[in-house]
Structure formats: C-alpha cells, structure tokens
C-alpha cells in the first residue's frame, strides 16, 4: 500500500528545487560575469578628458587608479570563482533532481539530497567566505584610495560613508543568506536520515 508523504518532506523537496533553481540561474550568472569581465572592465573604465583643468584630470587619475586596483583585486579571485562557478550549477542541479525525486518517494532521490546537502555545508561555507573576503578587499581598496579622491570634501566623504555603509549590509546579507542555507542544509540530513523516513523511502513507490 502506498504511503502518504509527509508535509515536512513535501517542503523540504520544494524548498530543494527552488534553491536549486535559483542557485542555477546564480552559477550561471557568474559564469557570464567572468567570461564578459575583461570587455565590461575596458567599457567602464575611465577616460581621460583632454578639455577639463589640470586638477580635474588629477581626480580621474585617481579615479581611475582606484578603479585599476578594485579590478585587479577582483581578476586575483578569478581562479577561485571559476572553481566556484561550475560546482555551484553542479551542485544546485543535484539539489533539483534530488528534490524531485523525494517528491516521488524515490531512494535515491533520498540519497542524493542527503549527499548534496552533506556537500553543501561545507560549500556554502567556503562560497560564502570567498564572496565575504573578496568584497572585504575592494572595500579596503576603495577607502584607502577615496581619502585622497575627496581631499576632505564633506560631501564627497558622506557619500563615501554612504557606500561603506551598503558594503556593510550586503556582507551582513551574504553573512544571513549563508546560515539560513546551512540550516536548511542541516534540517534535511536529519530529516531524511530519521529512521522512520527511510522506512517510507523504503515502502515507496520510487526506486
């Protein structure tokens, strides 16, 4: 006889194809970002401007030293995302058949989300950690260089206070993101390894 499937593991497979989706789409972001990042960092890099004064062109030299630095700081983590972002659309692939398949009760849909998200403790971890220490970098960067940029401006400074600001939320964002997946990752592996609910894996209609 057919068992009934819990709630609980109803929602822990949803939640896996949504993450899984998303996380996809993510990876596949970063891909195009590394591949387009030389030609985006010459599009937006900045010019020159023959007509303005000699201290205008002293700014954008600044400027653009600042800029050249932000850009080398992130070309010396591309070897780490490269590794980052083909795991990562591995990775959430796994998470979509394996939330699948526990939807249909399938053992080795089991497994594999079992397995995945054994993974995913310690690949979230060192995702997030990469795009922490990486932001943590071009942060240090850009204020080491805007002292000079705005030469005591109190405007120029507020704003400068402004984007620090932003950069501190977005690493308190990454920072939140992380241990709400590391949970989840967690609240799976004791989940599906409860004896009962292998016993329902087992008697299921999936193989």
């Known amino acids: 006889m057919e068992r009934r499937r819990p709630g609980t593991l109803t929602a822990l497979a949803v939640i896996a194809i949504i993450l899984g989706s998303f996380g996809v789409l993510g990876g596949l972001q970063r891909v195009a970002g590394l591949v387009l990042q ?3 960092s010459q599009m937006g890099r900045i010019r020159d401007s023959p007509n303005a004064s000699p201290q205008m062109q002293q700014q954008v030299a600044r400027q653009r030293a ?3 630095d932000m850009q080398r700081v992130q070309r010396s983590w591309n070897p780490v995302m490269w590794v980052i ?3 990562s659309i591995v990775f959430c692939t796994c998470l979509i058949i394996g939330g699948a398949l526990c939807i249909k009760l399938s053992r080795t849909g089991r497994k594999l989300l079992v397995g995945t998200c054994i993974a995913g403790l310690a690949f979230d971890m060192g995702r997030g950690a990469a795009d922490v220490l990486m932001t943590m970098q071009i942060s240090r960067v850009m204020q080491d260089h ?4 705005t030469g005591g401006d109190p405007g120029a400074e507020m704003a400068t206070g402004v984007m620090s600001a932003t950069m501190g939320m977005g690493l308190a964002f990454v920072g939140a993101w992380v241990v709400l997946k590391v949970a989840y990752h967690l609240w799976v592996v004791i989940y599906l390894t409860r004896r009962p609910i292998e016993d329902l894996f087992e008697r299921g209609i999936g193989i």
């Open 38 to 40: 030389p030609a985006l």
């Open 66 to 68: 600042m800029q050249d």
């Open 85 to 87: 972002a083909p795991t």
């Open 146 to 149: 805007m002292a000079s940029i």
